[in-house]
């Protein structure tokens, strides 16, 4: 368990100005950036008891996260 989210900039930090760019010209990637976010700050908030809910629904959480980070990696690459 993490006590700090995981933030895209901070998992690619080379890439923060190519995540910066398409951020604000490509419609999909901002997409997945904003909804990253929110996943991610819903499951901070179930691992730290702040919004507690069952491990199904976490598990469920974290593998959506997992998909959307080889989306971005896809597209950074």
Known sequence: MSHTPNELIDMFPK????????????????RIF?????VTRE???GETNVEPMDDFHLEELRKRRLQMLDRVTAILK
Do not use: C, M, P, T
């Open 15 to 30: 890439q923060a100005a190519q995540i910066h760019d398409l951020k604000a010209e490509n419609g999909e990637f901002s």
């Open 43 to 45: 499951i901070h908030r």
């Open 34 to 38: 904003d909804e990253y976010h929110d």
